[in-house]
Nanobody, 121 residues
């Protein structure tokens, strides 16, 4: 069974920084794209940033230049460094990973439990 465990959320002031981590554990063959999404009450979950196994990255326009996504393939871990935080970054952040658990089984999307990020003004 695959699990994604997140850490690093919390409270920050405007202009501050936080770093999120997410590690995939369990039995699986490989991980393709990993990413971070966020959601606020009453809104759809939105992509914040993603990174392929080869290191190609993609960012939402709202976080470009402030957030950096990276990963350590040996540790099955993805990170999100969040700098210059704004109150509008307040949300529950979810880790996502596209994982193949075994041969002949399609790649599947897995989600972490979510971690709260709150930015005070």
């Amino acid at each position: 069974q695959v699990q994604l465990v997140e850490s690093g959320g919390g409270l920050a002031q405007t202009g501050g920084s936080l770093r999120l981590s997410c590690t995939a554990s369990g039995r699986f063959l490989s991980i393709n794209t990993m990413g971070w999404y966020r959601q606020t009450p009453g809104k759809q979950r939105e992509l914040v940033a993603s990174i392929t196994s080869g290191g190609s990255t993609n960012y939402a326009d709202s976080v470009k230049g402030r957030f950096t996504i990276s990963r350590d393939n040996a540790k099955n871990t993805v990170y999100l460094q969040m700098n210059s935080l704004k109150p509008e970054d307040t949300a529950v952040y979810y880790c996502n990973a596209n994982i193949r658990v075994r041969f002949a089984v399609p790649w599947g999307d897995y989600w972490g439990q979510g971690t709260q990020v709150t930015v005070s003004s």
